[in-house]
């Protein structure tokens, strides 16, 4: 049994470097990189205009389709990238009116260099005079309206993650590739097999919870049966995300892309939040879902079996619970969940084969904040470090708003170990 775990880890350890090494030689050297989007939509044809620190020009590019610019440096330093707000859709202004970043370039790293865009203030308002007078309190209402989007789209995906932690004490690094899996299966059924979003992404979200099923039949369950240790299992979920990542890339490619419907709405508003309306029912949808599952796992039997097999397995299985039928019902809920949650989050930005691995960390961070392995704790924590990422960039550059919220996350559990709704665990 020992043997043949050393021999598989061995193996997948083996596979990701015969993979990740092609992968680091076709990757750029160093240079400068970004993505423009308003209201989650991608901005083309916008001017951005590269030099060094003393004035001497470098590149001027456009950013594509997909919103994305790239500008290859030669030599590691510090350097002046400026917007040209003139090119901006008539509607989009630079959050803040400042237009320029002055980001580092390390030898061998490639720089994102983030430019937060947002709809204009009143309409026919002139866009200077709108970002001059732009009240903070309305800032503040759209960060906050936002970090609520973001917020309830990452406790879709803790949700899962945190409910097959406390069940079965796998801390599961390939959730994120979960969340993948069901932004690409929807846009196999949405744009490869020409179906409509919606039915599309039923037929994702089904999906992704019978392969949550047969992960745990025929994987996870197998390596709990030879009595597989939790840290033995947790470097083995790393090994998985990094193959089924890059299974995404070569079947996906490396590529943006976005679905056939509600991708370009146009925003309304509502007192000083602007937003699309997909954004709305997205929001709705999302928080419809964990009060439903949150309720299953209080009222229903099923729920209070989880409940009890999380509390203590041995103890749940002499009382007549079948525990891996449960655990097999928290694996398909999980699955089905992180597909969900893939689709969101595929709904505010375009779909890319990293998207998944991109908000694990806020994942992770929503569910410990939030209380191990408690359903409502990781909706809780997820809506903490969603507002704090969004709302922090009132006072700290967008590319250090993940700050705010890790940092709230260890301010957090150095005074409260166990999380936001945790309980503390007795020892002795």
């Known amino acids: 049994m020992r043997r043949a775990v050393i021999a598989f880890t061995a193996f997948l350890g083996g596979l990701i470097f015969l993979l990740a090494v092609p992968a680091q030689a076709a990757a750029p050297d160093q240079g400068l990189r970004g993505t423009l989007k308003l209201q989650g939509q991608p901005v083309n044809g916008v001017k951005i205009v590269v ?9 001027e590019v456009t950013s594509d389709a997909q919103g994305a610019w790239v500008v290859p440096i030669d030599k590691p330093g510090k350097y002046k990238v400026t917007l040209d707000v003139k090119t901006l859709p008539q509607n989009a202004m630079v959050r803040g009116g400042n237009a ?10 490639m720089s994102t260099v983030l430019f937060a865009l947002q709809p204009k203030g009143a309409a026919g308002q002139p866009a200077d005079e709108g970002a001059e007078t732009s009240p903070f309190l309305d800032q503040a209402a759209q960060l906050t309206f936002e970090g609520l989007n973001l917020g309830l789209i990452i406790a879709l995906a803790a949700l899962g993650l945190s409910l097959i932690y406390g069940t079965t004490g796998l801390t599961n690094f390939a959730h994120g590739e979960l969340v993948t899996l069901g932004a690409l299966l929807a846009y196999l059924f949405n744009v490869t097999f020409g179906l409509h979003l919606i039915p599309a992404a039923v037929i994702a979200v089904i999906a992704g919870g019978a392969l949550g099923y047969l992960q745990d039949r025929f994987f996870w369950g197998q390596l709990r049966k030879r009595g597989t240790g939790t840290i033995a299992m947790m470097i083995i ?34 007192g000083p939040i602007s937003a699309a309306p997909k954004n709305f029912v997205a929001m709705g949808i999302e928080l419809l879902v964990l009060i439903i599952v949150g309720l299953a796992l209080m009222r229903t039997r ?39 949650a893939g689709i969101m989050l595929g709904l505010s930005q375009n779909l890319k084969y990293t998207m998944g691995q991109d908000i694990l960390l806020l994942i992770f961070a929503g569910v410990t904040l939030g209380g191990l392995g408690t ?14 990422i969004q709302v922090s960039t009132l006072w700290v550059p967008p590319e250090l708003k993940s ?10 559990l ?15």
Do not use: C, H, M
């Open 51 to 59: 030099t060094t620190e003393g004035g001497q020009p470098v590149k």
């Open 100 to 109: 320029v970043r002055t980001p580092t370039v390390f030898s061998g790293n």
């Open 237 to 270: 979920s790393i090994g998985v995300a990094l193959f089924l990542r890059y299974v995404f890339l070569i079947l996906f490619g490396g590529q943006n892309e976005s679905f056939a419907q509600y991708t370009a709405q146009p925003g309304i508003e509502i």
């Open 302 to 340: 099923t729920g209070k079996a989880a409940r009890a097999v999380a509390d203590n397995p041995a103890l749940a299985a002499s009382s007549g619970i079948n525990v891996d039928r449960v655990i097999r019902i928290i694996w398909t809920t999980g699955g089905a969940i992180a597909a969900l």
């Open 375 to 388: 359903a409502f704790g990781a909706l809780v924590g997820s809506l903490v470090v969603g507002l704090f």
């Open 403 to 412: 700050v705010g919220a890790l940092a709230v996350l260890i301010i957090v």
């Open 414 to 428: 150095l005074f409260r170990p166990q999380g936001i709704l945790g309980r503390r665990e007795r020892i002795g």
